[in-house]
Antibody, heavy 119, light 112 residues
Framework: EVKLQQSGDELVRPGASVKMSCKAS????????MHWVKQSPGQGLEWIGT????????SYNQKFKGKATLTADKSSNTAYMELSRLTSEDSAVYYC????????????WGQGASVTVSS | DIVMTQSPSSLAVSAGETVTINCKSS????????????LAWYQQKPGQSPKLLIY???TRESGVPDRFIGSGSGTDFTLTISSVQAEDLADYYC????????FGAGTKLELK
């Protein structure tokens, strides 16, 4: 069974950074891309970027360049996303999602991690 | 970026009805190379993560009931849910996977 286990919810101060994790199990982590998606309160879904763990290649939505940094640790089957210079606009639920069927299709999702930016 | 426009934004239904959700893309999602349409549908129930229902416009993900049917080509696509059940009440999103992903704004399916 494919499982993506995300790290817990975060409360962070404006201007700070936060790094969240997504541990994959049930499939070969390095063989498939991992996406990250943002869902602001009461809003839809927004693609942040993708990492291919095998070759550490990343692609970003232009909107999130400079905001999000994607990395992966092949030894622990874990993907990471760091968000920097946080503002209230970054308060949202963030999901990781695997791509194992067709390019850019997200077939399994983590449970989500809520980030609240507040002083 | 490819812009995805969904309609309606919300839909009130009774159990047993058939519903249709529409999705339009700002450019064609049909690949000339393999004649496949790169459009996916997701379901998100309250408090849950999105779940993949359909990709390549009409290919149902494993385990998805056959009352969920995806259709369309080019720029116009439809998700049809036949004989809606209470467990189908959720938000539905279309997403193009022709290029870097973009999503529609979603359709909320509610009980009448």
């Amino acid at each position: 069974e494919v499982k993506l286990q995300q790290s817990g919810d975060e409360l962070v101060r404006p201007g700070a950074s936060v790094k969240m994790s997504c541990k994959a199990s049930g499939y070969t982590f390095t063989d498939y891309a991992m996406h990250w998606v943002k869902q602001s309160p009461g809003q839809g879904l927004e693609w942040i970027g993708t990492i291919i763990p095998l070759i550490d290649t990343t692609s970003y939505n232009q909107k999130f360049k400079g905001k999000a940094t994607l990395t992966a640790d092949k030894s622990s089957n874990t993907a990471y996303m760091e968000l920097s210079r946080l503002t209230s606009e970054d308060s949202a639920v963030y999901y990781c999602a695997s791509e194992r069927r067709v390019p850019h299709v997200m077939d399994a999702w983590g449970q989500g991690a809520s980030v609240t930016v507040s002083s | 970026d490819i812009v995805m426009t969904q309609s309606p934004s919300s839909l009130a239904v009774s159990a047993g009805e058939t519903v249709t959700i529409n999705c339009k893309s700002s450019q064609s999602l049909l690949s000339s190379g393999n004649q496949k349409n790169y459009l996916a549908w997701y379901q998100q129930k309250p408090g849950q993560s999105p779940k993949l229902l359909i990709y390549l416009a009409s290919t149902r993900e494993s385990g998805v009931p056959d009352r969920f049917i995806g259709s369309g080509s080019g720029t116009d696509f439809t998700l049809t849910i036949s004989s809606v059940q209470a467990e189908d009440l959720a938000d539905y999103y279309c997403q193009q996977h022709y290029s870097y992903p973009t999503f529609g704004a979603g359709t909320k399916l509610e009980l009448k």
